[in-house]
């Protein structure tokens, strides 16, 4: 039967859902320090692509993470592992983030003052931090995003180190498509944060 429930988790975690955790504030009120979000896997096997207002799950284009300590402890280490493997536990390495889609290849986006437009419209952004504004006192643009990449912020703007911080980095601060896990579709844990933002983070 353990076997089994593994051969199962393991399923679920290729295919279908796999829980990250949420390490920083980046993306506060929507996603708090230490919540458990299960990420859509099946989508982008079914077609989906990231758009704008969607949050998503990307693995690290480079550099945007500092190094991840590592377990000294080799049982603690194999356990850890073994259970991140069937998804029962977030990544091992961990180089992953969660950011909010704003704008995908070919839009132009830009930030003036408190405004912050894609392709020249205002974009109504009503998940950002209290007390934030669109721009968090960072003006840029305009940048068109490359093609099979999608440019990304947090909700929580004046604590997120986004594609608006890495900007000299190759593709210009955006992300490739590639590096895509999913949307995020839940928040699973704690139960006191339980939360459903759609099968595509909607």
């Given at each position: 039967?353990?076997?089994?429930?593994?051969?199962?988790?393991?399923?679920?975690?290729?295919c279908l859902f796999q829980v990250f955790t949420i390490p920083s504030g980046s993306m506060e009120n929507t996603l708090r320090i230490g919540d458990r979000v299960?990420?859509?896997?099946?989508?982008?096997?079914?077609g989906w692509k990231p758009e704008?207002?969607?949050?998503?799950?990307?693995?690290?284009?480079?550099?945007?993470?500092?190094?991840?300590?590592?377990d000294s402890n080799p049982l603690t280490n194999t356990v850890t592992s073994v259970l991140s493997f069937v998804g029962l536990m977030p990544p091992k390495d961990d180089n992953y983030l969660v950011k909010r889609v704003?704008?995908?290849?070919g839009q132009?986006?830009?930030c003036s003052g408190t405004t912050l437009t894609v392709d020249g419209k205002k974009v109504d952004e009503p998940y950002l931090h209290p007390g934030d504004d669109?721009?968090?006192?960072?003006?840029?643009?305009?940048?068109?995003?490359?093609?099979?990449?999608?440019?990304?912020?947090?909700?929580?703007?004046?604590?997120?180190?986004?594609s608006r911080w890495h900007r000299q980095n190759p593709g210009g601060g955006a992300v490739p498509v590639g590096n895509v896990v999913g949307p995020v579709s839940a928040v699973v844990w704690p139960v006191s944060h339980l939360d459903w933002f759609g099968w595509t983070g909607r």
């Amino acid at each position: 039967m353990a076997a089994v429930g593994l051969v199962v988790a393991l399923l679920i975690k290729t295919c279908l859902f796999q829980v990250f955790t949420i390490p920083s504030g980046s993306m506060e009120n929507t996603l708090r320090i230490g919540d458990r979000v299960g990420v859509n896997k099946l989508a982008p096997l079914t077609g989906w692509k990231p758009e704008p207002g969607q949050p998503v799950v990307f693995k690290d284009p480079g550099n945007w993470l500092p190094p991840q300590p590592v377990d000294s402890n080799p049982l603690t280490n194999t356990v850890t592992s073994v259970l991140s493997f069937v998804g029962l536990m977030p990544p091992k390495d961990d180089n992953y983030l969660v950011k909010r889609v704003i704008a995908t290849g070919g839009q132009t986006v830009q930030c003036s003052g408190t405004t912050l437009t894609v392709d020249g419209k205002k974009v109504d952004e009503p998940y950002l931090h209290p007390g934030d504004d669109s721009c968090a006192g960072m003006d840029f643009g305009p940048v068109t995003v490359p093609s099979g990449y999608i440019w990304v912020e947090g909700d929580h703007r004046s604590d997120s180190a986004d594609s608006r911080w890495h900007r000299q980095n190759p593709g210009g601060g955006a992300v490739p498509v590639g590096n895509v896990v999913g949307p995020v579709s839940a928040v699973v844990w704690p139960v006191s944060h339980l939360d459903w933002f759609g099968w595509t983070g909607r």
